[in-house]
Structures are given as structure tokens and as C-alpha cells.
């Protein structure tokens, strides 16, 4: 479910940022058929081609608004489910780069939403996480009190840790529904 729920919300954030021209590939800008070929890799589920694509453009490119906006799309793709090279940790680390080197970004926004969505995503799989069948009670020490939690004590926080990564993921919903409407309406 969270995988399912992950690679669906990638793929709208990511659907939605994609500003890929559809023009004969000779009309086309280094920029954009860059973007072209890594997606087109992507969806083929060649990550490391589209990476070694993104980074020979920021080579190529340095020191221009493009190439700064490539770490955007390396971070999505190391987040997308598909990418067994990438995790959710790694491209929430990526997108926090990408967030803090230019507050001006292209995909400023959409980096947000994604960081955000992630975040609750990992929160999620963290809870999911299947307990081994022997555990026991956890005893966790503070100054020298030892405190022990019953398994009903867990699963009480457990479930509201879940009640609030509901609310936090419902919150996240809304704002990319908001994303999508603008991006499907940009004159507005």
C-alpha cells in the first residue's frame, strides 16, 4: 500500500513538473531533450542512464539556471519507487539540497510537496515496519528509570503516530491537488 501510494504521488508530482516539449528532437534545447532522454530512461526503468544523462548536462552546462535545476530531477528519481538504486531517505536528503543551494528554483514548490509527501511516506513504512514474532516489551532507560511499555501501551502510540501521518498525508493530498489544479491551469 505505501509502495502503491508512493509511486502514485511521485508519478503525479512528477507528471506535473514535466514541462517536455513534444517537437522534433533538432528544435529541441540541450535542456529539454536532456529532460526528454532521462524521462524516456526513467520510464524504461534505467535509472543509472538517466542519472549519467542529467549529470553529463551539468557537466556539459555548468554554472547555468538549468544545471542547477538538475538536482531536482536527480532527487525525484532517487525517490520513485522504481528506482532500486534510490530511497526515500536518500532523495529526501537530495531534495533538502536542492531546496537549500537556490531559493529560486524552477521546481521550488514541487520540491516541497515531494520532500513533504516522502517524509510522510517513510514515517508510514517506518510503522509498517513487521515487528519480529519474539518481541518483547521495550524498556527504554531516562537519568536511571528503566520504563517498560506494555504491547498495549505500543500499539496505542502506534496507532496514534498512524492517526497523525493520516492527517499529515491528507494535508499533502489536498496541497498536490491544489499543484495539479494550478499546473493544469497555469494562467490562473
Partial sequence: MTKALSLTITSLVLAGCAHLQTLDPQQQSDW??????????????????ADKLLDEFVRTHPATREAREIAFWKAAYLID???????????????????????????????ILLRRTAA?????????????????????????VIIVKSRDE???????????????????????????KRLANPSS
Fill in 154 to 180: 505500543q500499539i496505542a502510540a502506534l496507532k496514534e503516530q498512524l492517526a497523525k501521518s493520516k492527517e499529515e498525508l491528507a494535508k499533502v493530498s489536498a496541497e498536490l491537488e491544489r499543484i495539479k
Fill in 32 to 49: 529539454d531533450r536532456t529532460l526528454y532522454n532521462a524521462r524516456r530512461d526513467v520510464d524504461g526503468r534505467n535509472y543509472f542512464a
Fill in 81 to 111: 519507487p522504481a528506482n532500486q538504486s534510490g530511497s526515500l531517505n536518500s532523495g529526501i536528503a537530495a531534495l533538502d539540497g536542492y531546496l537549500a543551494s537556490d531559493s529560486t528554483g524552477w521546481y521550488r514548490e514541487e520540491a
Fill in 120 to 144: 510522510v511516506a517513510a514515517g508510514v513504512a517506518a510503522q509498517t515496519q513487521p515487528q519480529p514474532a519474539d518481541s518483547t516489551p521495550v524498556a527504554a532507560t531516562k537519568d536511571t
